[in-house]
């Protein structure tokens, strides 16, 4: 497969007056194109960080990556967050169409493209409604949507149902991979949630804690679609959330042993 993300040594600290933190150290990874990649570890461990460099938001410290453009006139990447990145003063619409207008596309695209989404996410009813209109659910449609709607290169999303209550969470986890399986982006995904991962994945990549390093990598081969209802009930997925689980645990205690 053709490799969308290719990254290469990269670390990155951050320098205070008391010393320099390191959040992540030497990582080395590639992402294939339509691949959708979860990576999973213990809270601080930089994956956030990772996420942000990926994004132009921060500059690595020593090492480098690159993503394999194929159209020059799409945007490189979209980021969505958890519970951020909607405009309040714009209606769901507005908000989904912003990318678009900001591009200067037709406005029969941007109309057509706007309307699709919206139509996706379940968001059509609720077009003219502003953010805090909204739930923490629909807020996250709206994020969504506005990804997919600008028709990235790549998709980096960071926790963006963490917030969420169950059922919502598991509504937007179909909705995504709905909209995955037609679009085929390229997707980078941080989660908490083992099941989540194993869920939507083709590839989990296990971080350490800090600083964070890669230091394993699964191949999720369940064939899609998949229910969450599968992956509870398929003894080699249940043995796989048993050794993420054992992963976190022993980071975890080691942080804490290392900081005592």
Excluded at 41 to 62: D, H, N, Q, Y
Excluded at 139 to 167: G, T, W
Aim: hydrophobic letters at 40%.
């Amino acid at each position: 497969m053709k490799t969308k993300i290719d990254i290469r040594h990269l670390t990155k600290a951050f320098y205070k007056k008391q010393g320099s933190v390191t959040a992540i150290d030497d990582i080395s990874l590639s992402i294939a194109e339509g691949e959708f990649v979860c990576l999973v570890g213990p809270s601080g461990c930089g994956k956030t960080t990772l996420l942000r460099i990926l994004a132009g938001l921060e500059k690595p410290s020593v090492g480098e990556f690159t993503i394999v453009t194929d159209d020059g006139n799409r945007p490189l990447q979209s980021m969505v967050f958890q519970e951020r990145g909607i405009i309040p003063w714009l209606t769901v619409e507005e908000n989904v169409a912003f990318g678009l207008k900001m591009r200067r596309l037709p406005k029969r695209l941007i109309h057509e493209r706007t309307s699709y989404y919206l139509k996706k996410t379940g968001l059509e009813k609720f077009s003219n409604l502003y953010p805090k209109e909204l739930s923490g659910g629909m807020k996250q449609r709206v994020s969504i949507a506005r990804a997919f709607a600008n028709d990235p290169e790549i998709l980096l999303m960071d926790e963006p149902f963490a917030a969420l209550d169950e059922q919502n969470k598991f509504i937007l986890q179909e909705e995504l991979l709905s909209i995955w399986a037609e679009t085929r982006k390229t997707v980078l995904f941080i989660t908490h949630s083992i099941d989540e991962a194993l869920l939507l994945s083709d590839r989990i990549l296990l971080m350490s804690s800090q600083p964070g390093r890669i230091i394993e990598e699964i191949i999720v081969d369940m064939p899609r679609p998949r229910k969450m209802e599968d992956i509870r009930e398929d003894p080699i997925m249940a043995a796989r959330f048993i050794d993420i689980w054992q992963h976190l645990q022993e980071e975890v205690q080691r942080s804490r042993r290392e900081n005592e």
